[in-house]
Nanobody, 124 residues
Framework: QVQLVDSGGGLVQAGGSLRLSCVASVRTFSRLTAGWFRQAPGKEREFVSGINWSGSSPSYSDSVKGRFTMSRDNTKTTVYLQMNSLKPEDTAVYYC?????????????????WGQGTQVTVSS
């Protein structure tokens, strides 16, 4: 069983930056595809970014492309989401996720493991 612990959220002004972290409980995490999703009040959970086991060629949703950067350090079983130029519409609970296989799927239902979520609030 893979347990994921998200952290790094907080309150920031528009234009600011935050870095989210997600630590996995098992070394086999290095063989899993990892992702970040977010969920705003009253909305469905949406895909933000994904990265395969090697850390190459992360993918992003159009809404965050050019502003967010996802990376991973398999020696620390940790993935990161660097968020720059934050906007009020980025406000949401952010969740780390993981799944076997190479495909970075954008549907939340396709992911097997989830963190508890970390709140990101961007003020205008």
């Amino acid at each position: 069983q893979v347990q994921l612990v998200d952290s790094g959220g907080g309150l920031v002004q528009a234009g600011g930056s935050l870095r989210l972290s997600c630590v996995a409980s098992v070394r086999t995490f290095s063989r899993l595809t990892a992702g970040w999703f977010r969920q705003a009040p009253g909305k469905e959970r949406e895909f933000v970014s994904g990265i395969n086991w090697s850390g190459s060629s992360p993918s992003y949703s159009d809404s965050v492309k050019g502003r967010f950067t996802m990376s991973r350090d398999n020696t620390k079983t940790t993935v990161y989401l660097q968020m720059n130029s934050l906007k009020p519409e980025d406000t949401a609970v952010y969740y780390c996720a993981a799944k076997p296989g190479l495909a970075t799927l954008t549907s939340a239902g396709e992911w097997n493991y989830w963190g508890q979520g970390t709140q990101v609030t961007v003020s205008s």
